[in-house]
């Protein structure tokens, strides 16, 4: 018991350390490594190779806790220590979050609206509170931008954009594409920064056609609407940032399929007790079916 202690902190701790601890001879332990495997050791071979198709499916990008949530729901019990250690001695990392960087344009004249959430990023049901942002994505063609809405709610983008062109037309797609798959009642709020392209005309008249509540952040502060500047940090680490893409139309294409085949039915989120936004909404539902 002791030797195989020493064997599975010895990732964290010294041998020699260890073994003075347990009080027990160095050469007894490594006598005992040269012998045939524990029985923990040929689990940590099977757990291994699961660790390992899960960080695959994960395309590379999972770290021990959403690993250890994946075999979780697999039927598969261990610590996240445990995996951590597994993962470190296959060389398995996952990938840590970009920096937020400001894209907006906010020194103009049109209409603002107050900060409605200030801060407070979360919502009890689906199609309360929508927050919504533009990014840029460089390809050998130049500059392609993505305008995403995602619910507070599940975290899932329920509407996105992208054009050539940072303009009220590329927020407009988004919007509309939003409101068309959602169809939320009014009352819903709409969290934005202070971009023009969220103070034009065509883009105000159709949140008003809908009943839905305007919410901005303080001029500036990129923390006010960091949900959605999270999630184009995590779509540029784990997709974008991976690839040299040769134009527009890969990039949209790339997008569309880290969106709709990874992000929102697979991708693990801690926010929502690893679960991906589909499937916290869809837990969701059934929980108030039954009710």
């Known amino acids: 018991m002791r030797f195989t202690f020493i064997d599975a902190e010895k990732a964290f701790y010294p041998v020699l350390v260890l073994c003075r601890v347990m009080e027990v001879g160095r050469s007894g332990f490594y006598a005992w490594q040269r012998r045939a495997p524990s029985v923990r050791a040929q689990a940590d071979k099977v757990l291994e190779s699961k660790i390992e198709v899960a960080f695959r499916d994960s395309r590379g990008t999972y770290g021990s806790p959403r690993i250890r949530a994946q075999l979780t729901a697999q039927g598969v019990s261990v610590s996240k220590r445990r995996v951590a250690r597994l993962m470190r001695r296959r060389g398995l990392y996952g990938l840590r979050k970009a920096r937020f960087v400001r894209t907006t344009d906010s020194r103009h004249k049109l209409p603002i609206a107050p900060n409605?959430?200030?801060?407070?990023?979360?919502?009890?049901?689906?199609?309360?509170?929508?927050?919504?942002?533009?990014?840029?994505?460089?390809?050998?063609?130049g500059w392609l931008y993505l305008a995403a809405i995602l619910d507070l709610f599940s975290r899932r983008v329920v509407g996105w954009g992208m054009s050539a062109h940072n303009d009220e037309a590329l927020v407009l797609g988004a919007l509309n594409m939003a409101l068309s798959t959602r169809q939320p009642a009014r009352g819903l709020i709409h969290h934005s920064d202070r971009g023009s392209v969220y103070c034009g005309t065509d883009y105000l008249a159709v949140l008003q056609a809908h009943g839905v509540e305007r919410s901005m952040s303080r001029k500036g502060d990129c923390w006010d609407n960091a949900v959605a500047e999270s999630f184009f940090g995590t779509l540029k680490q784990e997709m974008l940032y991976r690839r040299e893409l040769e134009s527009r139309r890969a990039a949209q294409t790339a997008i569309f399929e880290y969106l709709e085949v990874y992000y929102n039915p697979k991708r693990r989120h801690s926010t929502l007790g690893f679960l991906s936004p589909v499937n916290f909404e869809e837990r969701a539902y059934r929980a108030n079916s039954s009710m």
């Open 116 to 141: 409605l959430l200030a801060r407070d990023f979360t919502a009890a049901a689906p199609n309360k509170v929508w927050v919504t942002d533009v990014t840029f994505v460089w390809t050998l063609q």
